[in-house]
């Protein structure tokens, strides 16, 4: 048995809710597999598996949020067998004390539905245990029973249902306490049970809400909404607990996407932003206050004539379908990779009082995001890109990124951050260390400057750059020859 827990997507993480789950009991998943989507105060990050096997059981359902390293899945290596306890039926109130649930009524009818089918381990223990208090209750129908509730309730003196009432329907609809004043009544009172297998459904007017207030939506749906300009407050959806998927916003009405376009999107969508931004932001300071605490940075800076580098790329472009075209960002960042090489003492992770460099160099690239805030997705394997490969791979990370498509081992990966505000006018940026690793760079604009070449004055593109890295891994010298490396390489850009 292998166990699929709440990963942990960065420093400033603590818990996660899950939104989506892509498996069932009963599937076959392989390493490297998406099974889950979960919400973090970063966005909605697809979940990958490090695991081969089948799932056995479900434990986490869709909707909690739990901390980090809590255990969402169970896997095996044979499928489980018929009749196993699969769904987490008992997921209403989760295994973990440390879980707790978005919201109470929309869970009990997930729950409900998938109760229904079927005598689990867990109903016939909660069986037996109302077969002892009440006498035997040889019939099912209660776990059958359709929608006539209103005739039920003249019919109902006939069966002597006393064990209905403890059924296992009766646990995962316990939150449901406005419905159930009649369970507590006469004998005669017991089959008004049947209603609350219908009630549910009206109970549940709205989507439940992520811990910074916004609707749960599969990435899918989020995608389509920005696309649409469609305000997800304003869709009721379908997918499980109420969370709303693409196919709820393709269904919203063309009057919600096309006449309040021009006015009422925009601000809701800024709204809403700000709610995620600041959740964001809380997370970002917490790591970043943790740094400052943990970590003895040192500061140097170097600045770097980019004139050959830019005019080797402008002449490259012209040879090059627009679509293909190279970005100067990509420059620095092929360079960087490069020279880590010879420096393993910047790549790599400190953690539990110990240093482990990294032999790959997966280089942790800060994209900022429309709505506010700030994520870092690794460039796998960064020295063994190429330009226009490393090209390819930013594109993807920065499109993914804002429309919320990242995996978690994009934000597990990064050695290394590099962090770039040039598109901004600054001319230099000093960062601070995203713990566990213990170095950052800084891309400053490229200006024109007067530069001495040769003995003479002349004006040259000019750029800073900078380097934060961890004292209790390296020191200036090396840190100062590592910026030298990065400035030779970017004189050959032919060689990159």
């Known amino acids: ?60 359902p869709v909707g909690v949020e739990v901390p980090v390293d809590t255990i969402l899945a169970i896997l095996g290596d044979t499928p489980p067998a018929a009749g196993a306890s699969t769904v987490p039926a008992k997921a209403a109130t989760p295994a973990s004390s440390e879980a707790k649930a978005v919201g109470s009524s929309q869970p009990a009818q997930r729950d409900t539905h998938e109760a229904a089918p079927a005598p689990s381990t867990a109903e016939s223990s909660q069986t037996s245990t109302a077969e002892a208090s009440a006498g035997p209750a040889p019939e099912p129908p209660p776990h059958e029973v359709e929608a006539p509730a209103p005739e039920a309730t003249a019919a109902a003196p006939a069966p002597p249902p006393a064990a209905a009432p403890t059924s296992p329907k009766e646990q995962v609809m316990a939150s449901d306490a406005s419905a159930a004043p009649t369970e507590q009544g006469a004998p005669g009172d017991a089959p008004t049970a049947p209603k609350e297998r219908v009630a549910p459904p009206t109970a549940a007017p709205a989507p439940l809400s992520r811990s910074d207030g916004l609707p749960l939506a599969s990435p899918r749906a989020r995608r389509l909404a920005a696309d649409r300009g469609i305000d997800l407050a304003t869709i009721r959806g379908t997918g499980p607990h109420g969370s709303i998927t693409g196919d709820d916003v393709e269904r919203a ?23 995620g931004a600041a959740a964001m932001r809380e997370a970002i300071a917490a790591a970043m206050a943790r740094s400052k605490r943990e970590i003895p940075h040192y500061y140097l800076s170097h600045t770097v004539d980019l004139t050959a580098a830019l005019d080797w790329l402008k002449a490259t472009n012209r040879a090059r379908p627009v679509s293909e075209r190279l970005l100067p960002a990509v420059l620095p960042l092929r360079a960087i990779a490069r020279a880590l090489a010879d420096f393993p003492e910047l790549n790599g992770t400190y953690e539990d009082g110990r240093y482990r460099p990294s032999a790959p160099v997966h280089l942790g690239f800060a994209i900022a995001l429309r709505g506010g805030g700030l994520i870092a997705p690794a460039i796998k394997d960064a020295a063994g890109l190429d330009l226009t490969a490393l090209m390819v791979r930013v594109r993807d990370l920065v499109a993914r990124a804002r429309s919320g498509g990242l995996r978690s081992s994009e934000l597990q990966m990064p050695t290394i951050t590099v962090t770039s505000l040039g598109d901004r006018g600054v001319d230099a940026v000093t960062g601070v260390i995203y713990p566990p690793q213990v170095a950052i760079v800084g891309v400053g604009t490229p200006v024109l400057r007067p530069w001495v070449v040769d003995g003479e004055l002349t004006i040259r593109t000019l750029a800073v750059l900078t380097l934060a890295a961890d004292h209790r891994v390296s020191d200036g010298h090396r840190g100062a020859l590592f910026l030298a490396a990065v400035d030779r390489l970017l004189q050959e850009p032919e060689a990159l």
């Open 253 to 275: 009405p063309a009057a919600a996407t096309t006449p309040t376009t021009a006015t009422t999107p925009k601000p809701r969508r800024r709204r809403m932003s700000e709610k």
């Open 1 to 60: 048995m292998a166990e699929f827990r709440m990963p942990s997507l960065g420093a400033d993480m603590d818990a996660g809710v899950l939104v989506e789950w892509l498996v069932k009991p009963g599937d076959k998943v392989s390493r490297g597999d998406i099974v889950a989507v979960v919400e973090t105060q970063k966005g909605a990050i697809d979940v990958e598996i490090f695991d081969d096997g089948f799932v056995q059981e479900i434990v986490v």
